[in-house]
């Protein structure tokens, strides 16, 4: 997953900066997640803020039980990554759905 991390557009790279990038076996309460984003969205935040580094979370078994195809599934990956930086950035659902990440 590091990889898909790596082949991220620089742009798309700077935009993850104070966020960890971590990977978890199973979700706890939709077993077909395959991401999570957990933290304030950058449009939410104010200079005076002090925030831990949010957290984008990629669940490895929804992940490699969707997508058999290893090819397939460093896509599914990337999709995954680029929609929850989406979040981390400030789009909702339907923003995401406009950009073609929904």
Same mark, same amino acid.
């Given at each position: 997953? /590091? =990889? %898909? ?5 620089? *742009?798309? =790279? ?5 966020? *960890? +990038?971590?990977? !978890?076996?199973?979700? %706890?309460? /939709?077993?077909?997640?395959? #991401?999570? &984003? ?5 449009? %939410? ?10 957290? +984008?979370?990629? &669940?490895?078994?929804? +992940? !490699?039980?969707?997508? *058999? ?5 460093? !896509? ?12 981390? +950035?400030?789009?909702? !659902?339907? #923003?995401?759905?406009?950009? #073609?990440?929904?």
């Amino acid at each position: 997953m /590091e =990889q %898909e991390v790596r082949g991220l557009p620089p *742009a798309v =790279q700077r935009a993850l900066q104070n966020v *960890a +990038i971590v990977v !978890e076996e199973e979700p %706890e309460s /939709e077993p077909d997640l395959l #991401g999570l &984003y957990e933290g304030i969205p950058q449009v %939410e935040r104010s200079s005076a803020d002090i925030t831990i580094p949010d957290r +984008i979370v990629l &669940y490895r078994g929804p +992940i !490699e039980r969707s997508f *058999a195809d290893d090819a397939e599934r460093r !896509e599914q990956i990337r999709i995954t990554l680029l929609h929850e930086i989406g979040h981390h +950035i400030g789009l909702d !659902e339907d #923003g995401l759905d406009r950009i #073609g990440l929904g």
